[in-house]
């Protein structure tokens, strides 16, 4: 039966071409997966071990236990006096101000090793430094203009930038350029090295330089262990506790362990989307064998004739899974080394991770391929067992049509219907109590049980779709009655694009209503869009120019300057008032709100039911009204501010803030700009900016670039299922063979033929995907819910652009799909067409 | 089924003799159907066919006559009476047994599809055996291949072959495993005349030549002229039987039934 099998696959390897694509997409996705962590891994350890990078042995600080310099002194000592170590290299730091060129700023400055071997860096031009002299990392050396034989002045560690800081300084010379540092501690900081002395010189003893390790550089020929068992005991009797000897990759490893906090984030995740389209993968290929199954009916009767028993088919059908699997499986692991070999060389290029590793860990081969293998051969078993029910007389009629089997497994429709109900139940009981543990489950229990009563619901909506089909005349209506020709196969069809249509569907939707139920909730949490609190920079108030100058930026509708109407004891706290003009009101988040002259509005909370607010006149008591906002300063009205005067100005802690309201239609990135752009005009920091309109940006830019990433993961399921449609129409148009060519000899032109198949596939296509975002929407607003109800108010919001853009492209997608088979079968003159038999 | 009749090693059929017929019925009933779709296709047919004999089966669409000879070569189940191919009774076998025995005991020739389109001509004729997982006869295989004129053809595909020598295959392949009997269902209708008649005359030979039984379903009676013996059936009941036929009688016999 090998044979049999093997010449099948030979004979029709197009028709496994398909099903060896979306195995190859799904595998090379897992794969991909597995290597991203030991990937970021192997990159981490090359930043982090940048530092000892000539280092053979490394003595380390133990946690939380610095290296005390005369410990550490004695210790290399008495590692330099062990037998098999050639050099020792005290590596020491400090962080120094440094002026040059008219520019200053601060950098961390390492000491030189004794022995040039063992320096933490690559000399790129120049020579190491001598008395007298630093070297330079390069991009510094580049952004400061220093070249060989330049002056560069090193402040004492713990100085400033400040003038009389650097003059207690030192003057010092370029002597060489280095690589560098990839090392995470130091990475983009400008780095020196000089001698020893020039350190010491440099850290003045309330300040002294940290030593950071040890390194030690072997003799030749000494062996590792050896060495590092005699140095952990010297180092011991030295009297360095605490201290760890390793060596350079033990020691890489346990500060990469450190680093990552020895867990990794990205992958389970990753995972996650990559089992998904293992999945629907699955389907397709299951899909694709019972067509071919259906489709060998005559030859599988006829080996059932002459003698093959049912083990025998089973294993022929098995026997093609696997090879296609195998090849298939093979061909994705070797895209995924070739993919992420392409994306690591370009990062290696990228100037900010030039240390990017490729690490393929042992396992992810034979595990990507392994599943790849076992994922095709499980889901050929159903149609395996669907080739040994075919009856040795099949081959004895001679003209009639091979069909799938359409038993509905009522066993299948109940646990369907039943986990359908149980998980529908548990997701509404997790959307209520707004917890979304309970609610996954019910989610996922329900999805898999919708899954399984698919061939239930999918045929009829089909039907039901195709029934506006027949306004195009024969062909549509033969497209309509075509399209549920064989139910089971376009449920499975369906299913396959229904599944990764359904989770994108959900996380739009999700993210959006998330996003809606933010902005509400942000609405209340800030009293205005933008609030900057002074002073600005140079230390002077935020004033009334402030203000216009605001109100002309692009995107502020409004802006005005709030400022302090007196003080009052708020827990206990001297809390300045702040006085809003009539005309300030339109700043407000909240319109609703109503400021009388009797009446001070406070936070959400503030628990008093009066406020005694007093001024540089006099002071008055004021009924308390509370906002919805947490972050509200007492507000009273102009009136009540000059009944009891306002301080004086300047007042450190009553600075007058400025509001602003911004235009509604600004998008994240525009309101990121206006920011920075009103920072640098206003001569503020960033961070001074801050309101419901800058949460909002930030939290919808975090939200927008979730979603890019996993609609991204998810299109990969998406790529699948749709591969699975063309699969499926061009086996159905390559068993319609006879029938389309007595539609072309009864007169159907090639046109309509096409437009037919066409018709079909945007059928399927186009109803699984409107399932999916029916779905979708409705897992997604319930799992928002469950997500976000214990804290704000969840209200479904549609993403109507998005999911009509999901629509379009199934529908395209699945036009696409038809497209080759479509040409294939019109190609077909209608006298070969009934000749083959 | 714990205790098999049947043997593990093909027959050689010749040294057999005449003493039991290569397959016989007896009673045999077979229906189709229920209620208003209730056909009756057998009724208590009782027929025995000799071994070494060229045998075919005539008469009318739904005589019965296919039904038949599915049911003698296993591939149908009997309602009631036996059905026995080469001394065993096989009425009562089970799916596995009944696998076996076509592999092992039974050749088939049909009238189209008799062949793997995947594999070439030889791995077609050695199918039987390969599944069985035999050792191939091969001077056995010479002589038959040499003797239906594939030598040239064995590393062709079915679908480089004409009609003809698709056929030719097949009768190789029932040949090659020595069965008890080769069953043809109208194994030339589908060829033009003068292949068909190719066809037919290498059936007669292999039953002369090579003491082959073959049962042969038909209605064109010049294919039924190249038989020993022509059994006549109608409405799923023996009405004649005619020993050493040609053209002219068995018309003439047929020309009878529609009375």
Not at chain 1, 247 to 272: F, N, Q, W, Y
Not at chain 1, 730 to 744: H, N, P
């Amino acid at each position: 039966m090998l044979t049999v099998a093997l010449a099948e696959v030979k004979a029709h390897a197009r028709r496994f071409v398909a099903v060896g694509i979306a195995v190859m997409v799904a595998v090379g996705f897992l794969t991909a997966t597995l290597m991203v962590n030991a990937s970021s891994e192997a990159s981490l350890a090359n930043t982090v071990g940048a530092g000892f990078r000539n280092a053979d042995l490394v003595i380390a600080p133990g946690p939380d236990e610095p290296l005390e310099p005369a410990a550490a002194e004695s210790a290399a000592a008495a590692s330099a006096a062990t037998g098999g170590v050639a050099q020792t290299y005290l590596q020491r730091q400090a962080y120094i101000a440094f002026g040059a060129a008219g520019t200053a700023g601060f950098g961390v400055l390492q000491n030189l090793s004794k022995d040039t071997a063992l320096n933490p860096a690559e000399l790129l031009r120049g020579s190491w430094p001598a008395a007298g002299e630093v070297a330079v990392d390069e991009a510094t050396a580049k952004r400061l203009q220093l070249a060989e034989g330049a002056t560069l002045r090193l402040a004492p560690a713990g100085g400033s930038v400040a003038a009389e800081s650097l003059a207690a300084g030192r003057d010092l010379t370029v002597s060489g350029i280095i690589e560098p540092s990839n090392d995470p501690l130091t990475m983009g900081q400008p780095q020196f090295l000089a001698p020893d002395a020039i350190l010491d010189g440099l850290s003045p003893a309330e300040s002294p330089a940290a030593v950071l390790n040890i390194q030690l550089g072997l003799a030749d020929g000494a062996d590792a262990g050896t060495v590092r068992d005699a140095v952990g005991a010297a180092v011991s009797a030295a009297g360095l506790r605490g201290a760890t000897v390793n060596t350079a990759a033990e020691h890489t490893k346990e500060r990469v362990a450190g680093l990552t906090g020895g867990s990794d984030p990205i992958t389970p995740v990753l995972l996650a989307f990559a089992l998904v389209a293992i999945f629907v993968c699955g389907l397709v290929v299951a899909n694709t064998f019972s067509v071919l199954v259906a489709q060998r009916t005559r030859d599988l009767a006829l080996l059932r004739c002459i003698g093959a028993d049912r083990k025998q088919i089973r294993r022929s059908v098995l026997v093609e899974a696997l090879l296609v699997g195998t090849l298939s499986s093979v061909a994705g692991v070797v895209v995924a080394m070739a993919l992420m070999a392409g994306l690591v060389g370009w990062l290696r290029q990228q100037p900010d991770t030039a240390f990017a590793a490729l690490a393929i860990p042992p396992f992810a081969v034979p595990l990507g391929a392994g599943a790849g293998i076992l994922m095709t051969v499980l889901a050929a078993l159903a149609p395996a067992r669907a080739a040994t029910a075919v009856a040795p007389l099949a081959a004895l009629r001679p003209f009639e049509e091979a069909r799938a089997g359409n038993r509905k497994g009522r066993a299948r429709l109940w646990i369907g219907l039943v986990l359908t109900a149980a998980g529908a139940v548990v997701l509404g009981l997790g959307a209520a109590r707004a917890s979304l543990l309970v609610a996954l489950p019910g989610g996922l229990l329900s999805f898999i049980g919708l899954l399984m009563c698919a061939s239930v619901f999918v045929p009829p909506l089909v039907s039901a779709a195709g029934a506006p089909a027949r306004a195009f005349g024969v062909p549509g209506r033969l497209a309509a009655v075509n399209a549920v020709r064989n139910p089971g196969r376009t449920s499975a069809t369906a299913t396959a694009l229904l599944i990764g249509v359904t989770l994108v569907a959900m996380m739009m939707t999700g993210a959006q209503t998330a996003r809606t139920a933010f902005d509400s909730e942000l609405a209340t949490q800030y009293p205005v869009d933008v609030s900057i609190a002074g002073p600005a920079m140079d230390g002077t108030a935020l004033d009334a120019r402030d203000a216009a100058a605001a109100a002309e930026y692009d995107g502020v509708a409004a802006a005005g300057l709030v400022t302090p109407a007196g003080f009052a004891e708020v827990d206990g706290m001297r809390t300045g008032v702040y006085r809003l003009l009539p005309e300030q009101k339109r700043l407000l988040q909240d319109q609703t709100l109503v400021l009388d002259d009797e009446s001070v509005l406070m936070a959400e909370g503030s628990g008093v039911a009066t406020l005694t607010v007093t001024g540089s006149r006099g002071e008055k008591e004021l009924t308390v009204v509370e906002t919805g906002s947490m972050a509200f300063p007492p507000l009273v009205s102009a009136a009540v501010a000059d009944e009891v005067g306002a301080p004086a100005a300047g007042s450190p802690d009553a600075l007058p803030q400025l509001w602003l309201a911004v235009d509604r239609d600004l998008d994240a990135a525009a309101l990121m700009q206006l920011r920075a752009d009103l920072a640098a005009g206003l001569g503020v920091e960033e961070y001074q900016l801050s309101g419901a309109a800058i949460e909002r940006a930030a939290f919808n830019q975090v939200i927008d670039v979730l979603l890019l990433v996993v609609t991204g993961l998810l299109a990969v399921a998406v790529l699948i299922a749709l591969v699975g449609v063309a699969n499926t129409l061009s086996l159905s148009v390559l068993e319609r063979t006879r029938e389309s060519a007595l539609l072309r000899a009864l007169g159907l032109t090639r046109r309509q033929l096409r437009g037919m198949l066409a018709l079909e596939a945007v059928l399927v296509a186009g109803v699984a995907a409107l399932i999916g975002i029916a779905l979708g929407v409705l897992y997604g607003w319930l799992g928002a819910q469950s997500a976000l109800g214990a804290f704000a108010t969840v209200a479904p919001d549609v993403p109507w652009l998005q999911l009509g853009s999901v629509l379009a492209v199934a529908v395209i997608a699945g036009l696409l799909a038809s497209v080759l088979p479509a040409r294939r079968a019109a190609r077909l003159s209608p006298v070969e067409g009934l000749a083959t038999a | 089924m714990t205790t098999r009749t049947e043997q593990s090693s093909p027959l050689p059929v010749p040294s057999e003799g005449h003493a039991a017929p290569a397959a016989a019925t007896d009673a045999l009933c077979k229906t189709y159907g229920s209620g208003d779709t209730r056909v009756q296709a057998l009724k208590e047919v009782t027929v025995a066919f000799e071994s070494g004999k060229f045998t075919a089966i005539m008469g009318p669409s739904g005589s019965g006559k296919s039904t038949l000879m599915h049911c003698l070569a296993g591939l149908d189940s009997a309602d009631s009476g036996s059905i026995r191919v080469g001394g065993t009774d096989i009425t009562a076998l089970g799916d596995a047994q009944l696998t076996r025995l076509r592999r092992e005991r039974v050749g088939f020739v049909f009238q189209a599809f008799n062949l793997v389109p995947t594999l070439t001509a030889e791995q077609n004729i050695t199918l039987p055996i390969a599944l069985g997982g035999g050792k191939v006869d091969t001077e056995w295989l010479d002589y038959i291949v040499a003797s239906l004129g594939l030598a040239e053809r064995l590393k062709h595909r079915p679908h480089e072959l004409s009609g003809g020598q698709q056929q030719r295959v097949a009768v190789a392949r029932a040949l090659l495993t020595r069965p008890d009997v080769v069953f043809g269902d109208e194994p030339t209708g589908n060829l033009d005349s003068r292949s068909g008649a190719e066809v037919l005359a290498l059936l007669r030979r292999s039953s002369q030549e090579m003491g082959q039984s073959i049962i042969m379903v038909t209605h064109d009676p010049v294919a039924a002229s190249y038989a020993d013996r022509v059994v006549l059936m109608n409405d799923g009941r023996l009405v004649g039987d005619l020993a050493s036929p040609d053209t002219d009688s068995v018309l003439s016999a047929l020309a009878g039934l529609g009375a």
